[in-house]
Structure formats: C-alpha cells, structure tokens
C-alpha cells in the first residue's frame, strides 16, 4: 500500500504504451507554424452498457474517428511559444458522440479549454462487439506544437515524449527545469523527471533521489529518496550507490525497510 501512488502512475504510463491509434487528423490552424494533432486511445477497460466483454476479448474493435477539427491554438499560448500535450479522458457513446470529457493531464494557458472544446465537436464509429455497439472509455491525447527555427527541437522532444522515449523526457525535464530555450518552468521540469524516472531511466530515477533528498531543504524525505537511488542503483547508475550509503546512516532499520519494499515492489522494467 505504501507505494501504491508510484504503481498506479505507472500503471497509467503502461495504459499510453499500448495505445491504439484512431484516424488521426491534421489540420493548419490561423497562427503561422502553429498546429495541434488528435490522438484516440482506447482505455484497456472499457466500460459496456451491453455486457462488460473480457479482458482478451479480441472481438471486440475500438471506436474510429470519423470527424475531429482540431483545436484553435489561444493567441496568449502561442505567443509565449507555449507547447505541449494535453490528456483527456472521455467516453464514446454508442452513438458515437462523446461526453463526459475530462481533463487527464493538462497543460495551463487556455490550451486545455481549447483541447476540450474541440473534443465536443468530435464523431466516432462507436466501438462494436459482435456487430453491436459498445459505450467506451477513451483516452485523447492532444498535441499543440509550433514549427520554426526557435521551436523545433522542443517540439520534436515533446513528440519522442508522448512515444513513451524516457530519454527524451529527461531532456525536457532538464531544458524546462534550467530554462534552455524555453521559460525556465520547474514543475513541468519535475512532471517530464518523474515520467522518466517511471520509464526506468537510471539517471533520471538518482535525480528524483536528488529532489527528495537535496532539494528539500531542511525536511528531506529519506524514505522517496532511498528508494529512488536504490531504483537507480539497480538500472546500474553508480552513484545510486554512494548516496545509499550516505542515506542509511541517517536512517532508521524501519525507514529502509520500507523503502526496500517499495523498490521489490517496482517492475523490473516499462511495458514493451
């Protein structure tokens, strides 16, 4: 139980992995550059108003997109050069009309009202099972990038992001958090650092040790960062190993044990 929020985080991130595509859309939009792309993604629990299919039910086909404008990009969002992905959740009825639309993961600056206005004008093929259709939960992902010479290598960062590339969002985690080529933005540094260290990455995981123990001031968190230098340790990072030492000096028997619980509780390694 004590580390169920990591689990369940990570069990998202295995949901986005085995994605699968809808008809994605591209459209142009007013601002020069400026362009947004539509995603679908099927939840691997779908809810069903017909009787729930199993789990390896292979009948069953997910919804299509048949309509989706996508979303205008705000002038105040644009003009900061303000990119990123923002996560929806909704449900396809079996009228192919969606409702229920929530914001997921988002991203500020009026982009998620915009990614959510545009959803309600969408139209799907409904999901079928044995000819019939099913009511479904979905997840959207909405990409909102601007192409040009001083926004491109973020953009191309963000895309390898939302592919599930850990290195990728260590990148990103470091050019947000330093401010490289973007407004210096330490929370949406430290959102791409977890995300990595989620994935595995040995180096982003000493740096999330780094975060709970180092940049705490004076209430460092033993238990988190324990953990993840021993995560980091285990990827094969060497210096997850000195700062265990240094950690466990500090640390009572019962403090270890429950952060060596969580890192057995830990997937050795991200969905394929």
């Avoid at 429950?258 to 890192?263: F, K, S």
């Amino acid at each position: 139980m004590l580390c169920l929020d990591r689990m369940l985080r990570f069990a998202v991130m295995m949901r986005w992995a085995r994605s699968f595509p809808a008809t994605a859309l591209l459209l142009l939009i007013a601002p020069a550059f400026a362009w947004a792309q539509t995603q679908a993604i099927p939840s691997p629990d779908p809810s069903d108003k017909l009787g729930k299919p199993p789990a390896q039910d292979s009948k069953a086909t997910p919804p299509r997109v048949v309509y989706a404008p996508d979303p205008s990009y705000p002038p105040e969002a644009f003009h900061a050069k303000y990119q990123g992905t923002c996560v929806l959740d909704l449900t396809v009825g079996v009228d192919g009309l969606p409702h229920d639309i929530k914001v997921a993961r988002g991203l500020g600056m009026g982009l998620d009202e915009s990614a959510v206005a545009a959803a309600r004008t969408w139209r799907y093929e409904p999901a079928l099972k044995d000819g019939k259709p099913l009511e479904v939960q979905v997840q959207v992902k909405i990409r909102f990038r601007i192409r040009g010479a001083e926004t491109d290598k973020i953009a191309k960062l963000l895309d390898r992001s939302d592919a599930n590339d850990a290195k990728a969002d260590l990148e990103l985690a470091k050019t947000y958090s330093e401010g490289r080529d973007v407004p210096k933005d330490e929370q949406r540094g430290f959102q791409f650092l977890s995300m990595a260290a989620d994935w595995n990455l040995p180096e982003a995981q000493f740096l999330m040790g780094q975060h709970f123990y180092k940049d705490q001031g004076s209430s460092p968190d033993y238990i988190n960062a324990y953990m993840w230098y021993a995560l980091s340790k285990r990827g094969g990072f060497k210096k997850g190993e000195e700062m265990l030492k240094e950690l466990a000096a500090k640390m009572s028997a019962e403090q270890v044990g429950i952060a060596d619980t969580r890192v057995d509780y830990w997937p050795e390694a991200p969905p394929k």
